[in-house]
């Protein structure tokens, strides 16, 4: 997978995603990430990226143009044979709309659709990832129409910009890739992959500060074993997120 960040802070995500796991995905090529500074994309003098709103209101709205620049140099190097994109005046260079390699576009703003693990799986499919990061009160509408960007918010509040929100997102994707986890049962019995929360895990030492480990879980027992993290994976999920439960029973696993 290829993944682009366009940002106006683009160190926040470099910093963030070369590091843990995502940083060992990538240096070894299981991911390219390119994380763009939207502003070397401008082309105005004074290289503004935002502007007053039209109408009036609070805030500023970040331009279409360097959004729409950062995406179309990214689409050359993704086609390099197609040469003069995008304004097509090469027309015999330009090949069929079709075999041009297109990243899904993604926009991350507090006023789009809720991202969910559902979310993280399906777009771990995609090969190539444009993830755009909005800033101040918006970005102007016709850079996620012309893109046809898919608008994601990572929950109900709000950040000063999208970049922790891509690192959010992006982060959730490259884990996913394959040989990124060492086993993947590592996200097969984790949280929300059957749609409960975790049981509760421990590790050494067998007491600690008068607190014992559950005896069900020093006792070899596998069926035991397994019945019992089921059973608190329902308890908990039903004390702290009752609406996981409600569409676990919907749809039994
Ligand atoms: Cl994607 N951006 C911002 N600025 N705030 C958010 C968000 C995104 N998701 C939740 N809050």
């Not at 982060?171 to 949280?191: A, F, H, K, Q, T």
Request: charged share 25%.
């Amino acid at each position: 997978m290829r993944m682009d960040i366009a940002a106006l802070f683009p160190d926040i995500c470099t910093a963030v995603l070369n590091a843990s796991i995502t940083g060992r995905a990538i240096k070894e090529g299981k991911a390219q990430l390119f994380c763009h500074q939207l502003r070397e994309y401008t082309e105005n003098r004074q290289k503004q990226t935002d502007g007053y709103p039209y109408g009036g209101g609070p805030g500023k709205v970040m331009f279409v143009q360097p959004i729409v620049s950062c995406y179309e140099h990214v689409l050359e190097e993704l086609n390099p044979q197609a040469q003069g994109l995008p304004s097509g005046e090469n027309s015999e260079t330009v090949p069929p709309d079709n075999s041009l390699v297109r990243p899904h576009v993604i926009l991350l703003t507090p006023s789009g659709k809720p991202y969910t693990q559902a979310d993280a799986v399906r777009l771990s499919q995609k090969e190539n990832l444009f993830i755009i990061c909005g800033h101040y009160e918006g970005i102007d509408e016709r850079a996620s129409i012309l893109l046809e960007a898919e608008e994601i918010s990572i929950g109900d509040y709000v950040l000063t910009g999208g970049e922790l929100a891509a690192c959010v997102v992006a982060d959730s994707i490259l884990r996913l890739l394959p040989g990124v986890l060492s086993s993947p049962e590592n996200y097969e019995e984790e949280s929300f992959w059957n749609g409960l929360l975790e049981y509760p895990q421990y590790a050494r030492p067998a007491e600690y500060r008068g607190m014992k480990v559950p005896e069900v879980l020093l006792s070899g027992d596998h069926e035991k074993i397994r019945k019992w993290r089921q059973e608190k994976s329902l308890e908990k999920t039903q004390r702290v997120r009752p609406d996981l439960l409600e569409n676990h029973k919907k749809a039994p696993s």
